[in-house]
């Protein structure tokens, strides 16, 4: 068996550079070659890194000593560079979304499982020390019953002198503060809290270049029963807040750590507080680890396939919301 996964990366910045140094820490990985449209740099990079720079896409996939990818491309690109990774019997890291559409990600998932390889995307924020914990504090009942959730994740990017084309084109990047930075959080509701199944939304655009919608609210409706409120702006300072509501406390999540507040005498008394801040980059390194042992153990990722389609559905759903004026059963979408 081998020891490593050789793998070439394709967009390596920006937030490629995050995933760059995440495999290179990765024991289960050996990074071999890159690839970016931003030909000078990825040269210099391949060049002060040691491994080759590969002209294109198709000449990476054609490449029999790279037996993976990782592709931190823009959204709409996704679909058809699996396709191309797949037939040529490569393993696949995709950063969310996992494609832009439902039906592309079922079609990645069906290919990828016909061709046994392994398929991962990206969802790396249920990998963090605070969302981790979080499950621990829900698995040991000190909330009491779940009553309702209230997030939001919001950042300035919109404003960016160097926000790149594709994010300020409604036809490339719909819902765009939902699909870059809300779906992180619905993927950690599926994880702490299971799947969401009713999803209504309201968006607007006030003021990011191109016309997209920068500014969205959804509420949901979980499997279970629970209320939950997500909000995402791409226009506003930063916003890291996770909050669930239980009947015996309130547990807090923010950008640098999680906090549990619990009833004792009528009183709301802290009772946990734990500072994660300085944990980093370790989430996208464990997911690349991850990846890698996955290849070669020949077992599914934590975040396969499906878990991306089920998150990506949630938006798609909020997207027919938004076109119906209707509440969306995640059940449709997924049909």
């Not at 409604?170 to 009713?198: C, E, K, N, S, W």
């Not at 409120?229 to 640098?256: A, E, H």
């Not at 996955?294 to 949630?314: F, H, K, Q, S, Y």
């Amino acid at each position: 068996m081998k020891k490593k996964v050789r793998i070439a990366q394709i967009g390596i910045t920006s937030h490629g550079e995050t995933i760059l140094n995440a495999i290179r820490k990765a024991p289960s990985l050996e990074l071999v070659a890159l690839n970016d449209l931003k030909d000078q740099e990825s040269r210099a990079t391949a060049k002060k890194l040691g491994v080759r720079h590969i002209e294109s896409y198709e000449a990476i996939i054609a490449d029999s000593e790279v037996d993976a990818v990782a592709l931190v491309t823009p959204n709409h690109l996704h679909a058809a560079q699996m396709a191309l990774a797949i037939d040529a019997g490569k393993h696949v890291f995709v950063e969310k979304p996992i494609t832009r559409t439902v039906a592309e990600g079922k079609s990645a998932i069906a290919h990828a499982k016909q061709k046994g390889v392994v398929l991962m995307v990206g969802h790396n924020t249920r990998r963090r020390g605070m969302f981790r914990k979080s499950r621990e504090v829900l698995e040991s009942g000190k909330l009491g019953t779940i009553a309702g959730v209230e997030m939001n994740m919001s950042r300035p990017a919109g404003l960016f002198a160097d926000l790149p084309g594709w994010k300020a084109d409604p036809q490339t990047a719909h819902l765009v503060p939902m699909t870059q930075l809300g779906i992180h959080f619905v993927d950690v509701v599926h994880y702490l809290l299971g799947p969401i199944r009713y999803v209504g939304c309201v968006a607007n655009h006030t003021s990011m270049p191109g016309g997209g919608l920068d500014a969205a609210s959804a509420v949901f409706r979980l499997e279970s029963g629970v209320p939950a409120v997500l909000s995402s702006y791409y226009v506003t300072p930063d916003v890291y807040s996770f909050r669930i509501y239980g009947t015996k406390g309130i547990l807090s999540c923010s950008v640098n750590g999680v906090s549990l507040q619990v009833l004792k005498n009528d009183k709301l008394v802290t009772d946990l507080e734990q500072d994660f801040s300085a944990e980093g980059y370790a989430s996208y390194e464990e997911e690349m680890e991850e990846f890698g042992r996955c290849v070669l153990e020949g077992r599914e990722p934590e975040t396969n396939g499906e878990g991306g389609v089920a998150a990506l559905a949630v938006i798609e759903a909020m997207t027919e919301s938004l076109k119906s004026g209707r509440i969306i059963d995640v059940k449709e979408i997924l049909r």
